[in-house]
């Protein structure tokens, strides 16, 4: 299984590491990718957690339940339009590619026994 889930990441991050030397990957992505993996060295996975969940989900509003109820329009209703996409989970290949960077986050976690649990998220 563990085989099977390294040859998947591996075809993942293939399309990454053209984009990126044809950089083509955008700058915001780019920035947060090289976050990651700087504090993955430095023993910091929760930090680099939290980067890759801002990354992946992004801080804009979410709509919960509902978001049109009456006749009448909420007054914050253009914030959290459905046009308005704050994350790239949405985009197939960044998805596989993102998918893959956690991976290799949680592999180089268990690799690392020397760093303190505090470190280190589940």
Known sequence: METKTQKQCKDYIRPL?????????PDGIRANLIEMVDLCEAGEFVK????????????APWP?????????????????SSSKVAHIMNNEMQR??????????????????DVDPSKKFL
């Open 48 to 59: 680099a957690h939290e980067v890759y969940l801002r990354t992946a989900i992004g801080n």
């Open 96 to 113: 596989k590619y993102l998918t893959s960077i956690k991976r290799l986050m949680r592999f180089a976690q268990e690799k690392r026994p």
């Open 17 to 25: 590491f053209k984009l990126c030397k044809a950089k083509q990957v």
């Open 64 to 80: 919960i339940g509902i978001t049109m109820v009456g006749i009448h329009e909420r007054t914050g209703r253009e914030k959290i």
